[in-house]
């Protein structure tokens, strides 16, 4: 297997910044963000939260709001906003099944569990 650390020289617009610990791994090369971001003198922001570095400025898309979570989930189904975990929205996606016509009583079939996220508007399944 051809994984392992190894000193590199760090190049920036064909000059040489410094080196830098990066790791290669079947032929690829990982640099540390942090020293790239050093070397090129741009800030480095961590969002936790997102698990996404910003070098230079945050994006600036905006916030969906639950409406708009909505209409993305609700194009063909019943939905339920269940919780807000963070920057997501949980959405459980189902119907209403009604076994006995005369008595009304039936059940719920729920059909999944999704995020969406309200930064990126990504919709994905919770189970996937």
């Known amino acids: 297997m051809n994984i392992g650390p190894k000193t590199l020289g760090l190049y920036v617009d064909g000059e040489n910044k410094e080196s830098t ?6 032929g690829t090369t990982y640099d540390p963000v942090r020293d790239v971001a050093k ?36 194009k063909s189904y019943d939905i339920n906003l269940d919780r807000i975990d963070d920057n997501k929205y949980v959405i459980q996606v189902y119907e209403i099944v009604i076994d006995n016509p005369k008595t009304g009583e039936g059940h719920t079939t729920t059909f999944g569990w999704y995020y969406v996220d309200k930064i990126t508007k990504e919709v994905t399944s919770m189970f996937d």
């Open 39 to 74: 070397f090129i003198n741009i800030a480095i922001t961590p969002d936790l939260k997102r698990n996404s570095p910003y070098i230079g400025s945050e994006p600036t898309q905006k916030r969906i709001t639950f409406d708009e979570a909505v209409k993305l989930v609700k």
């Open 21 to 26: 610990q990066a790791i290669k791994i079947y």
